[in-house]
């Protein structure tokens, strides 16, 4: 068993940043790749970005926050981060992080995540 428990969402001002923390405990946080996902309103869930557990690989799939989300980890604290820049109205949703036992490098697909937390809200203002 993993638990995450997601930090640092919160209300700003379009053009602000934030960094989303996922907190991890359990079993041994570094041989799980994590991914960030979000859910708007009325929308369906979003995969984010992941990241393999070694950190070496990375992945993003919102042509919209490229370039402006950079997704790490840190295996010594059992943490993941999502550091959000010049956010927009469309990223306002809750923010979950996931994690799915995985080998080194891999990237596991969304449908594959195993592990959940409770989600943070994230809203940006005009």
């Known amino acids: 068993q993993v638990q995450l428990v997601e930090s640092g969402g919160g209300l700003v001002q379009a053009g602000d940043s934030l960094r989303l923390s996922c907190a991890a405990s359990?079993?041994?946080?570094?041989?799980?790749?994590m991914g960030w996902f979000r859910q708007a309103p009325g929308k369906e869930r979003e995969f984010v970005a992941a990241i393999s557990w070694t950190g070496r690989r990375t992945a993003y799939y919102i042509d919209s926050v490229k370039g402006r989300f950079t997704i790490s980890r840190d295996n010594a604290k059992a943490t993941m981060y999502l550091q959000m820049n010049s956010l927009k109205p469309e990223d306002t949703a809750v923010y979950y992080c996931?994690?799915?036992?995985?080998?080194?490098?891999?990237?596991?697909?969304?449908?594959?995540?195993?592990?959940w937390g409770q989600g943070t809200q994230v809203t940006v203002s005009t």
């Open positions: 996931a994690a799915v036992y995985a080998n080194y490098d891999d990237i596991p697909r969304p449908e594959e995540y195993d592990y």
């Open positions: 359990g079993r041994t946080f570094r041989q799980f790749a």
